[in-house]
């Protein structure tokens, strides 16, 4: 079937990218094995240029992103192959480097380089990236993105944005990712615990129990100055309780969109969600915590792990080191975040309204053992990645209904601007599943509390769902091929993921047709050739 495919490739168009009108901003990395020690655990992981979390992407929102991946893995014990996800970037016109294997990608193979072209096509605000090739960013392949804006309409709250403003959470684990899954698929005949990581980390450093005292990671600021800190949880399972000691955060954008500013004191961040606050330094020139408790099921499965996870907010002119308050003092004070009191700053409203959806999806995910294996399904179906990417079906076959794809595929064809309702029942279990649509944001007109809202919903591109039905909506208006998916990475391993199809034949042709380059093709024929150790 891979060679049919790819005989067609020279009957398909190639597209010139459209003008770039910014800057074109170049980046390389160097994906490799290198050893890290985030919580002074040595280790071997997949890490970019040598450090985790990988380095800072910044570029304003008139840009175009060139970022060359370089694959230079060599460990047997890690995936070789390697992809990036550029999470929460529309890839309008770009589908074809939006990151995920099986969807949009073959894998880039080892020895192997491949540059992900995307303009920003006026988008901005923060994100990040991650490998997308099985379970490899637990490894390490992850770390923030941000897009600015000069005419951020939010511009007069704050007065200082940079790369000292930006903080990640991220879990981290002892034991490369491969043997984990392996484990938590097959072990014991399925039906297995999440692994649990052994350090919670923030701007990669953390400790974990009966480990070395780490250097606390630290954010500076002037007493009178207001800080626009953007909170990326870059993990691969646990959720956090972001609070700082003594100082209310107000909120003015959440996972690249702009709303209407909310002061909380606290709020829940789960894995592939972003935050802006604004942070007013007023408060006694000393030292406070900054304080993310971990939420995650199982978390006493692992002995290694403290799930109370600290950095440190220090005012200049303070001394150096840790706060003198108590840690854990009043760590769970004050008001928390209710997601449905978010309301968009632009265009407020659910796109048609109150009217119902073109399309509504119901999708029903539950955890089982099928095969002596672990398994997440929707509806009844394990997604399984294909050996043929999705968007390569679509370009050189022709694939544009769902009886084009395996039923392991999970495969939904949108129509082009159909208003489409996701109805996704929750599932008990103790876990809050954070569900990622590429390619959208989305409306959440039903969340996990509050009423239906089509006025003004949230809107983002990840929702946690608990143990109850939570709605979104969105305009299937950029076509390509989108994955849905839990961004708890076991869960995704396991089958907890949809593609939807979005106007597969706007994607071959017309004025919103992908740019499709000969790098791109050329992945498949050179991944198909490795030997399974090398993939």
């Not at 990218?17 to 074109?24: E, I, L, T």
């Not at 992900?116 to 490894?139: E, K, R």
């Not at 909310?262 to 000393?286: E, H």
């Not at 109150?354 to 672990?374: E, K, W």
Request: glycine content about 8%.
């Amino acid at each position: 079937m891979k060679y049919n495919l790819l005989l067609l490739i020279s009957c398909i168009p190639f597209l010139l990218p459209v003008p770039v009108h910014g800057a074109d901003v170049n980046y390389i990395f160097n994906v490799a094995n290198s050893v890290v020690a985030p919580d002074g655990f040595q280790r071997a992981g997949v890490i970019v240029n040598g450090a985790f979390p990988g380095p800072l992407i910044q570029a304003q929102k008139t840009d175009a992103l060139h970022i060359t991946v370089n694959n230079q893995l060599t460990d047997p014990n890690m995936r070789r192959s390697a992809t990036v996800h550029w999470h929460g970037l529309y890839q309008f016109r770009t589908a074809s480097e939006d990151g995920p294997a099986g969807v949009n990608q073959c894998p880039i193979a080892p020895g192997h380089s491949y540059t992900y072209d995307i303009p920003l096509n006026g988008q901005a605000g923060t994100f990040w990236y991650h490998s997308h090739l099985s379970s490899q960013y637990v490894d390490g392949l992850r770390g923030p993105l941000v897009v600015y804006d000069p005419q951020d309409p939010h511009l007069a709250l704050y007065d200082i944005d940079d790369a000292n403003t930006v903080i990640t959470l991220a879990d981290w684990y002892h034991t490369a990712a491969p043997a984990l899954q392996e484990v938590y698929i097959n072990g014991d005949g399925g039906g297995n615990h999440e692994p649990v990581p052994d350090t919670g980390l923030i701007n990669g450093s953390g400790r974990y129990i009966g480990g070395p005292s780490t250097t606390r990671s630290r954010i500076d600021v002037v007493a009178g100055k207001k800080y626009r800190l953007r909170v990326i949880n870059i993990s691969a399972y646990s959720g956090y309780e972001f609070s700082i000691e003594g100082h209310r955060l107000t909120i003015i954008e959440v996972d690249g969109i702009n709303h209407v500013p909310l002061t909380v004191d606290r709020f829940m961040i789960y894995a592939g969600q972003r935050y802006s606050v604004v942070l007013t330094a007023n408060q006694p020139v000393k030292n406070y915590w900054i304080r993310a408790p971990m939420q995650l099921a199982q978390a006493s499965d692992n002995h290694n792990l403290d799930t109370k996870v600290f950095a440190v907010l220090h005012y200049a002119g303070a001394p150096s080191g840790d706060p003198t308050t108590s840690p854990t003092l009043a760590a769970l004070s004050g008001t928390l975040l209710e997601e449905d009191l978010l309301v968009p700053l632009e265009n407020p409203g659910a796109p048609g309204g109150n009217r119902p959806a073109d399309r509504t999806i119901d999708l029903n995910f539950q955890s089982g053992v099928s095969n002596g294996q672990t398994e997440w399904t929707i509806n009844g179906i394990r997604y399984v990645s294909p050996d043929v990417p999705t968007l390569l079906k679509i370009m050189a076959n022709n694939a544009t209904t769902e009886q084009d794809f395996q039923p392991s595929e999970h495969t939904f064809v949108l129509d082009k601007d159909q208003i489409v309702d996701l109805v996704i029942h929750g599932s008990a279990g103790g876990h809050v599943h954070p569900f990622h649509l590429h390619g959208h944001a989305f409306d959440i007109i039903q969340g996990q509390s509050g009423p239906a809202n089509y006025v003004n919903p949230p809107r983002r591109d990840v929702v946690g769902v608990g143990g109850s039905t939570v709605i979104i909506r969105f305009k299937a208006d950029n076509p390509g091929p989108w994955f849905l998916h839990c961004h708890i990475d076991w869960h995704l391993e396991a089958g907890l993921a949809v593609v939807f199809s979005e106007a597969p034949n706007e994607q071959r042709s017309g004025p919103q047709s992908l740019i499709m380059k000969q790098a791109w093709w050329d992945l498949c024929p050179i991944y198909d050739a490795l030997p399974p150790e090398q993939q």
